[in-house]
């Protein structure tokens, strides 16, 4: 919902409690009318116009593509790769930024389409990662130079896309990702876009989850689960420090919880032969210390969550705790643990919390200001 | 300057489509270099696994040197999805032999050798072979040739009557590409350069 809509609920109600006076609500109205919303109607439509677009050239182009010659096919993908900038500059110069924004994913899917058909006309093959960067880089640069919003989710999408595929060949850590990724997320901070930022954490948590099983003998998940541990207590430690140079320890909280966490899945149901061995007396230790950790680290990080009212990692570490308490029962049905004992202690653990809760919510009501 | 250009988002789009009209013409360009100026040889095409040949609007080219016996290696074994290099001898019969598989690229200046840059088919080398008779799996970028639809299952059934070969242009790089078909010793498909 947009924040527009959400402050008209509110001030309904507030209006009517006789909090605030109607030239006051008038006032309140009139400047969120003069706010537009980030993404109109309009510019919705406009991208999912360059869309059908893009459907309609590329089955027109399929169905003659066999009759044209290689240099008509060329001419045709450079045509329409310029006519895309194009009308993103006659667009910007119209003043309709969204419609040019995506005019400039446009073209740079047309970059993307055309290095995969100059591949196939010429039967190139190589290494198809290596394609890849090569179209990232030219959403980068769009990026870079315009600046294009549009253009920098596409980079971080192919980054992505690179790095898996990398691994997925080479079977190796693959830590050049991080050298176009520093570039692009310093764009991101550069260009103060928000969700540029969002797309940038995201991004490289897609590379560090699975990191542990590129490095250190492959299951190094520890480490993994470490550094969105320490990343966690750095958001403890200095929060409002961080804060005061830029708004993002909550945002980075909430991922640390994610980074943390995918590790400690990981260790314990994904590589957890691994981790436990097969013989089934020395591992339920280990299972159960894994767990603990887990838990334990889930529950403080809903304490600090809701003590910092950051509802985002709030509902990441109830998650994380569904997942956890879940996969645990599965894990023991009619085996390693009786499964109404472990019911009766997940049931504790549980109240205890929510013991904890009640009692900070308590603690939060009572402070002067709020009650009512 | 060109007035048109004196407005900075025009001028920035202008550069952003002239950089990647740039690598794209690139690509070709260097491909159209490969296939004029590169050393030809002519490689027999071996069936590949049958049901997988023909897969949508391109064949998939099994060559005898798709197989290279690792008693071949020569030094270390290549870095996992790295480029290695791999030194062709022409038999008198004229037929291109593997001779020795490497990570570093040799010179061979005898018109009877050449060399071709290859990546593991499935990413990585064997470290560990099983057998002494086992082959590393090696691709050269010759491997896949689109046709026209319809064109497949003709292909198909001379690559299984062995009556099909590649004739391959290979750059000083190693770098290699098809540049037609023969059937029978007769060039049927060739590859215009644009």
Known sequence: ?372 | MIPFLKNRIVLTLVIVALAQTGVLAGMVVDRVRLLKTGREITLPIVPVDPRDLFRGEYVRLGYDISRIPVNLLDGPLPKPNAAFYVTLERKGDGAWLPIKLTSKRVEESSPDRIVLKGRAMFGRLQETPSTPTAAHMVKYGIESYFVREGQGPRLEALARDKKLAARIAVDSGGNAAIKGLLVDGVVQYEEPLF
């Open chain 1, 1 to 372: 919902m947009w924040y527009g809509q959400k402050v008209e609920r509110d001030l309904s109600r507030w209006q009517a409690a006789g909090w605030i006076s109607d030239t006051g609500a008038t006032a309140i109205r009139a400047d969120l009318a003069s706010r537009k919303p980030p993404f109109g109607a309009a510019a919705i439509l406009a991208m999912l116009g360059a869309v059908l677009f893009g459907f309609a050239i590329m089955s027109f182009v399929a169905a003659n593509w066999d009759a044209m010659s290689k240099l008509s096919r060329l001419l045709l993908l450079l045509a329409t790769l310029w006519a895309c900038y194009g009308g993103a500059a006659w667009l910007f110069q119209r003043q309709l930024p969204m419609f040019a924004q995506a005019a400039v994913l446009g073209g740079i899917a047309v970059y993307g389409a055309s290095i995969m058909l100059i591949s196939q006309m010429y039967h190139m093959e190589g290494s198809p990662p290596d394609a890849v960067l090569l179209w990232a880089l030219g959403a980068l640069l769009a990026a870079v130079l315009v600046p294009s919003t549009a253009a920098l989710a596409a980079t971080f999408v192919l980054l992505v896309t690179w790095t898996w595929w990398e691994r997925a060949l080479s079977n190796s850590a693959h830590f050049g990702f991080l050298v176009p990724w520093v570039a692009t997320a310093a764009l991101a901070a550069w260009m103060r876009w928000r969700p540029g930022l969002h797309l940038a954490a995201i991004s490289l948590i897609a590379w560090l989850v699975p990191l542990g099983f590129f490095i250190l003998g492959r299951h190094a998940h520890w480490l993994v689960a470490l550094i969105g541990g320490l990343l966690a207590a750095a958001v403890v430690a200095g929060g409002p420090a961080i804060d005061r140079r830029a708004r993002i320890s909550a945002a980075t909280f909430a991922y640390a919880i994610v980074i943390a966490y995918a590790a400690l899945f990981i260790m314990q149901f994904v590589d957890s032969r691994w981790f436990f061995g097969t013989a089934p007396g020395g591992s339920l230790g280990r299972l159960i210390l894994l767990a603990a950790i887990s838990i334990v680290g889930l529950l403080g990080a809903m304490l600090w969550a809701l003590k910092t009212d950051n509802t985002a990692a709030l509902w990441l570490a109830y998650a994380g705790f569904a997942v956890e308490v879940f996969m645990l029962h599965v894990m023991t049905i009619g085996t390693l643990l009786n499964t109404s004992l472990f019911f009766l202690i997940s049931a504790l653990i549980v109240s205890a919390f929510a013991y904890a809760a009640y009692r900070l919510h308590q603690r939060r009501a009572v402070t002067p200001g709020v009650a009512s």
